[in-house]
Structures are given as C-alpha cells and as structure tokens.
C-alpha cells in the first residue's frame, strides 16, 4: 500500500502510479496551463515542469516546437506516458530525480500539482528553490488550489493571503486570481499565478 509509504519518498508516488492511484491525473494538458502556453513567442526558452507526472503540457510543447523543455519526476513510472506519446522527447531532459536536487537555470516554471503535493513544512524550500532555479526575474507560472482541504493531504491546499507570504520573499507576485477556464470539477477551486523571480 502506497499509503505505508511516507508522501515525502519517490516510493510513495512510484506505487500510486503502479497502482493507477492517481485522482490527480485529469488525463490531458490542463487548459490555463495551455491557454498560457499558446501565448508564448520564444521557442527557445528553457521551460521545466517540476513534478511533472505524466506531462500532458510536455507533449504539447514538444510538439508545438518548444525544444527545452525539461521535465523533472522521481516516480520513474510517470515518464511511461511521456516516452511512449513524444518517442522523440530528449531522454536527457526527463529529469528522474528529486527536485530539491536539480540544479541549472530555466526562463519559465510551470506549477500543477506539484507545489499541493509537498508536506506544507516544505513550502518555503520550495519557493526558494524555485527562485534559485530560475533566471533573474524568470517565470513561476502556473496553478495552485484556492481552497484548504479537510482531509489529510496530500493534496494540501492553501490561500491566496498565505501564498503571498510565503512567495513574496522570492517573487514579484505579478497575477494571482481564480482560474476562469479551469476545467470543470476545478472551476473556482484554483489560482491561476505569475510571478516574477527577484534576482536570487
Ligand atoms: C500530485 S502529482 C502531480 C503530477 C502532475 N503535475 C499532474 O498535475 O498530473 C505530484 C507529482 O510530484 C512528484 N514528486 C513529489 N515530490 C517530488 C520531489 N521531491 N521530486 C520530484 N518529484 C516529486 C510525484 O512523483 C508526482 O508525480
């Protein structure tokens, strides 16, 4: 049982994938995300996506000609999606290991799910290694809930006030509203967010 296995080891979330235990997965690229996305003029920009899971967006930057783009997971089963959907997605930019590891420098940081997976305690590592992940004043985009959640997470959800505490250190806090073109069991419960890296 995944559940024996602590959420903070990547034998946590390999089992879930073995197991299909993945209610998070909505099984295509996410719309605000993509919506985002098809804006984007330069090709060329190194993109990651932490947490990436089964990488819906990835595939549809690989083939809308974004050629940096890194994902970073440390269930290897996640990738299974991603390699079989894009065979030519570069291996070397499929990044199995913790992200609190990596290192370089990217333009943009796509969040989905990720940021909500990690024990609350981890938050402010997280918005610090983003920040030092990023080029001055390079992009953390993407999706966090809007809502806290009853249950034990993971997920772990949060607000918009604590969001800004926690980010604010790190980034200029550019949009951080309600999501409108979420999909439909999200509308209303997300955030779409853009925030611009403070030079680290
Ligand atoms: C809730 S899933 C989200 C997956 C994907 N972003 C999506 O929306 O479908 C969280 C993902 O983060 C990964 N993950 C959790 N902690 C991690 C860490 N420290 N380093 C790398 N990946 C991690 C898990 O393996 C899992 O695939």
Redesign the pocket.
């Known amino acids: 049982m995944s559940q024996d296995r602590p959420v903070t080891t990547?034998d946590y979330?390999?089992k879930r994938?073995q197991d299909q235990d993945?209610p998070?997965?909505?099984g295509y690229a996410?719309p605000p995300l993509i919506h985002y996305l098809e804006k984007l003029k330069e090709r060329g920009q190194r993109i990651l996506?932490?947490?990436?899971?089964?990488a819906y967006e990835a595939v549809w930057l690989h083939e809308n000609g974004f050629p940096n783009v890194f994902v970073?997971?440390?269930?290897p089963s996640?990738f299974e999606r991603l390699k079989d959907k894009a065979p030519s997605f570069p291996e070397s930019q499929m990044l199995v290991?913790?992200?609190?590891g990596l290192e370089g420098r990217f333009d943009l940081i796509l969040e989905?799910?990720?940021f909500?997976?990690?024990p609350p305690e981890k938050r402010p590592a997280y918005a610090k290694k983003v920040q030092s992940l990023l080029q001055p004043h390079g992009w953390l985009v993407g999706l966090l809930f809007a809502h806290t959640f009853d249950h034990q997470g993971?997920?772990y959800g949060g607000t918009a006030a604590g969001y800004e505490a926690l980010f604010r250190p790190y980034f200029e806090i550019v949009t951080l509203r309600v999501a409108d073109d979420s999909i439909a069991p999200r509308a209303g419960r997300e955030l779409f967010i853009e925030m611009r890296a403070l030079p680290s």
Not at 49 to 54: D, E, K, V
Not at 72 to 75: H, K, L, M, N, T
């Open positions: 990547a979330w390999e994938y993945t998070w997965d909505i996410s996506l932490p947490g990436a899971g089964r970073c997971d440390w269930a996640a290991s913790d992200f609190f989905q799910t990720f909500s997976a990690l993971p997920p």
